[in-house]
């Protein structure tokens, strides 16, 4: 049934929470970098999650790293997040966007508090506001921790294993034994079941990811990419679990494949310092995080070290969200 006004709402990590920018949708220069970032603990599993220089935030650089705090309109009117994007274009008249910058799947779970594992948890009270407004259509990007979080991720395993040529199933078959470890699709479905299980009329949609174009990384560009199938196929199986699982709200649920041209601006990649084994630069790229683009340009946050897609970028997730939920009827 299509709602005659329709209601969204979102959550998730950095990149539906669009960090990178500031109040107005712009984006903040790389020198803000150590005033946003969340902070990494440990291999990356635990962090200090919070809105600051997210277009959801109201709070910028230098603010508390932890603090979480939305702006009135949820960065619907700065339409850098693909979810304020698609809320504009379906000219929905309720939106907000509960995504955080830095929570993990962990975050999201229905986990009690505890102070060895602060993350655990920590947002669901975000994802059960979401559960009683039992909006028409929730967005979200999770699971994607191992490209947010490089060069401090636990991929970095990975690559110290690849750093002298090791075929591609071999770091393939590194990542996925990292993603199973991590339990990603299981956690994945966890909170799908959550969400539709809490809500009567909701309908999920997960976005996949886009291989990051960092500057700095362990990871060589041709590595970002298999990482990052590597993570979505993880979400595809995941929502194939849950609509196959035979409840009565399995159906409500859908994937988002965004895609664009990952060879579309090469850059040179050249060995970098060894600061958690080898790492690999690439100086300047015309579509990622060099100084020779604009901010209009980028495709990736400057603060995000090249790991959160842009508006621009965003808008390709938009478009491909908008096609689900129009060839699903749900709007």
């Known amino acids: 049934m299509v709602p005659a006004s329709l209601r969204i709402r979102a959550f998730g990590d ?18 803000d970098a150590m005033e946003c970032r969340p902070k990494w603990i440990g291999d990356g599993t635990a962090t200090t999650a919070g809105t600051r220089c997210s277009s959801n935030g109201s709070n910028g650089p230098g603010s508390p790293a932890d603090e979480v705090s939305f702006s ?21 008249i309720d939106f907000a966007n509960y995504a955080v910058t830095g929570s993990s799947l962990a975050s999201w779970l229905n986990l009690p508090r505890d102070d060895d594992a602060p993350s655990e948890g ?64 299981q956690r994945v479905m966890a909170i799908a079941f959550d969400v539709l299980a809490s809500t009567q009329n909701a309908k999920l949609l997960f976005a996949t990811y886009l291989p990051a174009e960092p500057q700095f990384s362990v990871l060589v ?31 409500r ?50 603060v995000s070290f090249g790991t959160v897609p842009s508006a621009s970028l965003q808008q390709v997730m938009a478009t491909a969200a908008i096609a689900v939920i129009q060839r699903q009827a749900w709007a």
Do not use: Y
């Open 14 to 31: 950095a990149v539906t929470a669009g960090f990178g920018v500031d109040r107005s949708g712009a984006a903040l220069p790389i020198t």
């Open 221 to 251: 560009p041709w590595q970002q990419t298999v990482l990052a199938e590597a993570i979505n196929n993880q979400i595809r199986q995941a929502v194939q679990g849950v609509a196959e699982s035979g409840a009565s709200w399995a159906k």
């Open 72 to 92: 009135a309109d949820f960065g619907m009117a700065n339409k850098m997040s693909w979810a304020a994007q698609v809320a504009n274009q379906l000219g929905a």
């Open 253 to 302: 649920i859908d994937v988002v494949e965004a895609s664009f041209q990952a060879d579309r601006c090469p850059s040179p990649v050249i060995p970098g310092p060894r600061l958690l084994g080898r790492t690999w630069f690439t100086p300047v790229s015309r579509c990622g995080v060099g100084a020779s683009t604009t901010p209009t340009q980028l495709a990736f946050t400057p």
């Open 122 to 185: 920590a947002q669901h009270d975000l994802l059960e506001r979401i559960e009683r407004d039992d909006p028409d259509i929730v967005l979200a990007t999770i699971g994607g921790e191992a490209i947010l979080q490089q060069p401090a991720g636990a991929d970095r395993t990975c690559a110290k294993s690849s750093g002298d040529g090791i075929e591609r199933t071999q770091f393939l078959s590194c990542v996925n034994a990292l993603l199973d470890q991590q339990l990603v699709k």
